[in-house]
């Protein structure tokens, strides 16, 4: 492709829904990412989108207009990617638990999120297989699934279709400027020029802002994810622990565990959510996936037979103050950042699009972008990270 | 050379077996060669690698689903039926 | 003194266990059959009686299993299946289920031992039941004295292939096709080896006399490229076609059966090995292997290797490696012991022969061409050839394991080692390139080795 009007450097879901947004606002756009489609994060992600897990912030604004957005990329691309309304059930069983629930769910109603508060009994009617010592719990009918290596991978074949450009398997090496602004980046084989490139490398954000000269501290959290052996339906919303919440905002470096479970299309049983600060180290820790599986049969007790048939990690990129960047560079013209989504990369990425391409083509945003801007970071060139 | 035979149910038949043999191995005797039904495509399989390692043979014995039947020994008095998809 | 841990009680971990307890170290044997002999000495229980017939050589599967037996300083834990395997600061943690019980073994020391499977090849109609493996119609036979049906094809390549057609013979079966894939005069490209193992020639001339008694042709150049089944579902007949050096198809008729036993040689099954950490390779057949040194020891120290898994090569290697890993796994828990010259002679002499036999039997990718749109590709997640070709086409996978992510070819509960290979095979003929070693060992690796139920993981420490 000759003289892109942007190049976006990553495949995954964000990346992905940026050249999609670009491409229908018009642009000529170049993806280009050192690996195949969603061979980062996106590639052990859960498919998650949801409004449920976000106090009333400039957050859950765009994770409720990300929600939406999805539905409709799913209709404007022509789905594939097992996009499902199932809804999310939030349970408490402590008693300062149920209350910051109920508190919360109060302040996201207000913001326009379906809430629907359930008793014991209400609660085992959508969810039959829960555990009896769950007796409170919120229904979210705005959560939702999707697959996210399809998804990323079917947007980017939209992408393409609408006279996008997508190179795999080429690394970025220099981002190059001229008085200030980017002029295009050069990978191993070729230099490719444009006066807009996007950074939606995700985990390794950091990495590609430190190759301009700039500064974002993203960092890695880890995470494994249960996969069962093919069950019956035996869960049939996303239900998680109201702890979760918590766990995500935590800075604790040491492992944040909270039982989060869903069923898939293909009769998996998806178990989760970890988190720990130990960099980018990829080895089994079965201490980890014990304790999912423990957190995950006192939901559902009867988990307990069914078998785990693999486990899959994946490293969430999370600035510090666990909001994404979307915007700007605070120094270099044109060059933007879209990246650092902790877990919520898949619900958010839509809207992350939307924002960014808003911001690049000058039209008018759907929400004021600032609380994401890279701005906010404390700039100190070369920085280790 | 002594020949115990045991006695358990497949789909609600009774099938003889000799002790020691799998599951599989006494299905396949009494002319049994379909286990179970896939779950996208609810296509018949059977008995395929026989050692254990291709998961295809899968019945469920007592109720309990996912169960190789290549592997199992035949018990006296078991049940064994078919697997539909991924249900028990 | 630590017990020296071996995993697999097949011809390899049988001599690694007797080795090393001739040694003097202290043996703890681990396997996940109910009876030791491994794949290749399959025995049936008492009440089935022994499948004599079956196997060629029982007489030193019965030497090496009563030897085991009889040596109190063996202890043997049969029944049990390695879930998951991992490697830390020169410690080894096996993670092992018997009758539904976890039990933890750390090990500074261990044989791994675990042997292979048969390899399949995709074909239309793979999955109707009555196709199956070669080993798995020689163990229901061996092991449980069941006959698969009455007018069985066997095909596929290699010289399994003899040993299980004469055990069909010899259990009163008829044996309608028996097929070779390759020409008949391969093994002359390697004659001094072949003079070497008179012995293996005199196996063979064994089963071609069985054979031939039956008046069963062997035919060479030909396959079963495609199976049909009736009304029922189970197999009713298949194809058997002529084919080129290049396996494609020249000429195809059409025959009656009700068992087809279809294998291409065999898979090494390195799980364990890989989740562990040790380095992997491919082999000239394409295949995924542990890499060793002379003295069987892996990549990591401490962990040492035998038998199928560092290259497929038959049983009689597969024993003459078992005893050097059983001599050096004894001389890392500190028994005086040497490999003597003659171990290192013997391992020599049987690694030529299966070098000779791997050139006599390759597997040719005109196997690709046998497919049609609707040929499963993964078994256990039912994805098809176009599934695969689309993911390929049109979603823009570039190596196997993306196209295993976008497909869920390998996520089933056999976890890729049926469809593995084929897949890495498929997805580089699609996209016009070569197989990456990358690509293969990264189609082997389960970490998770055996799907356990989340009760017990949970239980665990």
């Keep these: 492709m000759k003289n892109p009007d942007a190049i976006v450097i990553g495949a995954g879901v964000v990346g992905a829904c940026t050249a999609l947004s670009l491409v229908n606002a018009g642009l000529k756009v170049l993806v280009l990412d050192r690996g195949a489609v969603a061979s980062g994060t996106t590639g052990a992600g859960e498919g998650n989108i949801l409004v449920s897990d976000k106090e009333p912030s400039p957050e859950l604004t765009l994770a409720l207009r990300s929600r939406d957005a999805w539905f409709e990329l799913n209709t404007d691309i022509g789905g594939g990617f097992e996009l499902e309304p199932k809804g999310g059930v939030v349970i408490s069983r402590t008693s300062t638990g149920i209350a910051n629930l109920k508190k919360l769910s109060n302040q996201q109603a207000g913001c326009g999120i379906e809430v629907v508060e359930l008793d014991a009994k209400g609660v085992k009617e959508i969810e039959p297989h829960l555990s009896n010592t769950v007796e409170y719990a919120v229904l979210y009918p705005q959560d939702a699934q999707c697959q996210p290596m399809l998804a990323a991978a079917q947007i980017m074949r939209a992408v393409k279709r609408r006279g996008g450009a997508f190179i795999q398997g080429e690394n970025v090496k220099s981002i190059n400027t001229k008085s200030r602004k980017v002029v295009g980046v050069t990978t191993e084989k070729k230099t490719y020029g444009s006066p807009i490139v996007v950074n939606a490398t995700g985990t390794w954000a950091g990495e590609i802002a430190q190759l301009a000269g700039s500064y974002l501290p993203i960092m890695p959290r880890r995470g494994f994810i249960l996969v069962t052996a093919p069950a019956p339906k035996i869960v049939h919303h996303k239900v998680y622990d109201a702890d979760y919440v918590a766990n995500v905002a935590s800075s604790d470096a040491d492992l944040q565990s909270s039982a989060v479970v869903e069923g898939t299309e293909s009769g998996n049983i998806l178990i989760g959510a970890s988190r720990e600060r130990v960099g980018f180290k990829s080895d089994l820790d079965v201490a980890v996936l014990r304790q999912l599986a423990r957190q995950a049969i006192s939901l559902f007790p009867i988990l307990a037979t069914i078998p785990l048939l693999r486990a899959y990690r994946g490293f969430r990129p999370y600035a510090p103050d666990h909001l994404p960047v979307i915007g700007e560079d605070a120094n270099l013209l044109g060059l933007w950042h879209a990246a650092g989504h902790e877990g919520a990369g898949i619900g958010l990425a839509p809207a992350t699009g939307e924002l960014i391409t808003a911001q690049i083509t000058g039209g008018k945003t759907f929400m004021d972008p600032t609380a994401f801007s890279p701005k906010r970071f404390k700039q100190e060139s070369n920085v280790a990270i | 050379m002594s020949q115990s035979n045991l006695e358990f149910t497949f789909e609600g038949q009774k099938i003889t077996a000799i002790s020691g043999q799998s599951v599989g191995a006494a299905l396949l005797a009494a002319n049994q060669r379909i286990l179970r039904k896939t779950r996208f495509n609810e296509n018949e399989r059977g008995l395929f690698c026989g050692i254990g390692v291709c998961f295809d043979c899968l019945v469920v014995v007592d109720g309990v689903g996912n169960q190789r039947a290549c592997l199992i020994e035949v018990k006296s008095g078991m049940r064994v039926q078919r697997q539909v998809g991924s249900d028990a | ?461």
């Design chain 3, 1 to 461: 003194m630590h017990n020296v841990v071996i995993v697999g009680a097949g011809p390899a971990g049988l001599s690694a266990a007797i080795a090393a307890a001739a040694a003097g170290a202290p043996v703890l044997l681990i396997d996940n059959n109910p009876r030791l002999g491994g794949q290749y000495w399959r025995l049936a229980s008492d009440a089935v009686g022994e499948q004599g017939g079956q196997h060629y050589d029982l007489a030193t599967g019965l030497m090496l299993i009563n030897a085991v037996k009889a040596r109190k300083e063996i202890t043997v834990l049969s029944g049990a299946q390695i879930w998951s395997a991992t490697h830390k600061d020169g410690i080894n943690t096996l993670r092992v289920i018997q009758n539904g019980v976890e039990k933890i073994i750390n090990t500074a020391n261990l044989v791994l031992c675990t042997g292979a499977y048969d390899r399949t090849l995709p074909f239309p109609g793979w999955d109707i039941p009555g196709v199956m493996t070669p080993g798995g119609l020689q163990s229901l036979l061996k092991g449980h004295g069941v006959l698969a049906g009455k007018r069985v094809v066997v095909a596929g390549s290699g010289p399994f292939l003899l040993p299980v057609a004469a055990g069909v013979i010899k259990a009163g079966g008829e044996v309608v096709e028996l097929l070779e894939a390759n020409k008949s005069n391969r093994w002359l490209l390697s004659p001094f080896v072949m003079l070497e193992n008179i012995a293996k020639l005199k196996e063979a001339f064994y089963y071609i006399k069985t054979i031939s008694q039956a008046k069963v042709r062997d035919r060479f150049s030909s396959a079963v490229v495609a199976a049909y089944k009736n009304s029922e579902g189970i197999l009713e007949s298949v194809d058997v076609a002529k084919i080129s050096r290049n396996f494609k198809i020249k000429k195809v008729r059409n025959v009656k059966c009700d068992v087809a036993a279809v294998g291409w040689g065999f898979t090494a099954d390195t799980s364990i090995a890989g989740a562990l950490g040790c380095s992997q390779i491919v082999a000239k057949d394409g295949g995924v292997v542990v890499k060793t040194d002379e003295n069987q020891q892996s990549s990591i120290a401490g962990i040492f290797v035998a038998g199928e898994i560092t290259g497929i090569g038959g049983a009689e290697l597969s024993m003459a490696e078992g005893v050097i890993a059983g001599i050096s796994a004894a001389q890392f828990v500190g028994c005086k012991v040497e490999v003597l010259k003659a171990h290192r002679k013997r391992r020599a002499k049987k690694q030529r022969f299966a070098d000779a036999l791997i050139k006599s039997y390759p597997v040719k990718a005109g196997w690709i061409t046998w497919l049609n749109e609707q040929t499963l590709i993964c078994r256990c997640e039912e994805v098809s050839t176009q599934d695969l070709k689309q993911a390929i086409s049109e979603l823009g996978a570039t190596d196997s394991r993306t196209a295993k992510l976008l497909t869920r070819c390998g996520m089933g509960l056999c976890q890729g080692r049926i469809c593995g290979r084929s897949v890495v095979d498929l997805v580089a003929s699609e996209l016009n390139i070569s197989p990456t070693d990358t690509d293969r060992i990264s189609a082997a690796n389960r970490p998770i080795i055996s799907p356990i139920p989340l009760g017990v993981l949970a239980a665990g420490e």
